[in-house]
């Protein structure tokens, strides 16, 4: 069983920055592809990158290229998201996941184990 715990959430004005962090116990990460999730009041739960087990891939959602970066530290079995730029849209809880150990090709896959989230709040 692994635990994802986030934080990092709160008020931030357009064009500010947040960073989200992940940490996990339970089991290790270093096995496990990993991703961040985001749902807005009312609407769907929606992909918003993932990184690979080893950290050498990494995969946005086309709203968030060039503005978020998905890293990894395993030693300390967190995982990041940097926001930049951050837009009003942006606002949702934002959450972590944890894909089968070794998966490979996970976009668009099901992760096997998610946080609770954290807010995030983009006021204009």
């Known amino acids: 069983q692994v635990q994802l715990v986030e934080s990092g959430g709160g008020l931030v004005q357009a064009g500010g920055s947040l960073r989200l962090s992940c940490a996990a116990s339970?089991?290790?990460?270093?096995?496990?592809?990993m991703g961040w999730f985001r749902q807005a009041p009312g609407q769907e739960r929606e992909f918003v990158a993932t990184?690979?087990?080893?950290?050498?891939?990494?995969y946005y959602a086309d709203s968030m290229k060039g503005r978020f970066t998905i890293s990894r530290d395993n030693a300390k079995n967190t995982v990041y998201l940097q926001m930049n730029s951050l837009k009003p849209e942006d606002t949702a809880v934002y959450y972590c996941a944890a894909y089968r150990s070794y998966q490979t090709g996970v976009v668009g896959s099901s992760p096997v184990y998610w946080g609770q989230g954290t807010q995030v709040t983009v006021s204009s």
């Open positions: 990184i690979s087990w080893s950290a050498d891939r990494t």
């Open positions: 339970g089991r290790t990460l270093s096995t496990r592809a």
